[in-house]
């Protein structure tokens, strides 16, 4: 499984391309300036926080630049319920998946339709996970990781699946288990702050992670679903 990070700096950078961590960027910072030295890169859309995300419009202008040799950009999605809580709205991002997914193909990108809490009740769900080249697991936290039937359903049509806010070890593990073939997370930010006694555990201790999930194995004949043919997101 390929970890994606969402953050990183000058100073940690060396670290994490020798190690294979790829990079996730968004609109609203300056990532995008560094795809290239990455070993893999994917886009994803800034649509978490309504309030900040640059619209449809301007996030189109946005993935227009991107290099094409990212791996996947995320279409913007409905990432939040009426109260503001994670969740969604899988009908709303499935709307806006049919609208903005087209566009985004002709440009040369591959895409991703995000995965939200009550996509599975859906009766059109095989019919979406067709139509992406991605599945991104998006959602509340305790649906993605109830999430395994949609993630399986999703490997065995051959498609590579991605979940984001992975920013833990256990939720590393987790993500892997479940079959996902790449993840992404903002963790080395907190990572990086200075504890109260002084101390940070800095980019070493995401190393650490990516190290031990990569040395633990997976039993054989655990899954049944097919690994897609892709090198993008070979380990």
């Given at each position: 499984?390929?970890?994606?990070?969402?953050?990183?700096?000058?100073?940690?950078?060396?670290?994490?391309?020798?190690?294979?961590?790829?990079?996730?960027?968004?609109?609203?910072?300056?990532?995008?300036?560094?795809?290239?030295?990455?070993?893999m890169a994917a886009a994803d859309n800034g649509a978490l926080n309504p309030e900040t995300y640059i619209g449809d419009d301007r996030w189109l202008e946005w993935c227009d630049r991107l290099p094409r040799s990212v791996a996947f950009v995320v279409v913007p999605d409905v990432a939040r319920r009426p109260d503001?809580?994670?969740?969604?709205?899988?009908?709303?991002?499935?709307?806006?998946?049919?609208?903005?997914?087209?566009?985004?193909?002709?440009?040369?990108?591959?895409?991703?339709l995000a995965a939200q809490d009550g996509i599975e009740l859906m009766p059109n769900l095989h019919e979406q996970i067709e139509a992406c080249d991605v599945l991104f697991i998006a959602g509340s936290t305790d649906w993605k990781l109830a999430a395994w039937p949609i993630v399986r359903m999703a490997r065995n049509m051959g498609k590579p699946v991605h979940m984001?806010?992975?920013?833990?070890?256990?939720?590393?593990?987790?993500?892997?288990?479940?079959?996902?073939?790449?993840?992404?997370g903002t963790q080395l930010r907190y990572l990086n702050r200075t504890r109260a006694d002084g101390t940070r555990r800095g980019v070493a201790e995401l190393l650490r992670q990516v190290?031990?999930?990569?040395?633990?194995?997976?039993?054989?004949?655990?899954?049944?679903?097919?690994?897609?043919?892709?090198?993008?997101f070979a380990s």
């Amino acid at each position: 499984m390929r970890y994606l990070s969402g953050c990183t700096n000058d100073t940690d950078e060396p670290a994490l391309i020798a190690a294979g961590i790829g990079l996730m960027v968004q609109p609203g910072n300056s990532y995008v300036r560094r795809i290239d030295r990455y070993p893999m890169a994917a886009a994803d859309n800034g649509a978490l926080n309504p309030e900040t995300y640059i619209g449809d419009d301007r996030w189109l202008e946005w993935c227009d630049r991107l290099p094409r040799s990212v791996a996947f950009v995320v279409v913007p999605d409905v990432a939040r319920r009426p109260d503001g809580s994670l969740g969604g709205d899988p009908v709303a991002t499935w709307a806006k998946f049919q609208e903005l997914a087209p566009v985004v193909k002709e440009m040369g990108h591959h895409v991703a339709l995000a995965a939200q809490d009550g996509i599975e009740l859906m009766p059109n769900l095989h019919e979406q996970i067709e139509a992406c080249d991605v599945l991104f697991i998006a959602g509340s936290t305790d649906w993605k990781l109830a999430a395994w039937p949609i993630v399986r359903m999703a490997r065995n049509m051959g498609k590579p699946v991605h979940m984001g806010r992975v920013n833990s070890l256990r939720r590393l593990q987790t993500a892997r288990l479940m079959g996902c073939t790449s993840a992404d997370g903002t963790q080395l930010r907190y990572l990086n702050r200075t504890r109260a006694d002084g101390t940070r555990r800095g980019v070493a201790e995401l190393l650490r992670q990516v190290e031990v999930l990569n040395q633990t194995p997976v039993l054989p004949g655990l899954f049944q679903f097919e690994v897609p043919n892709d090198r993008r997101f070979a380990s």
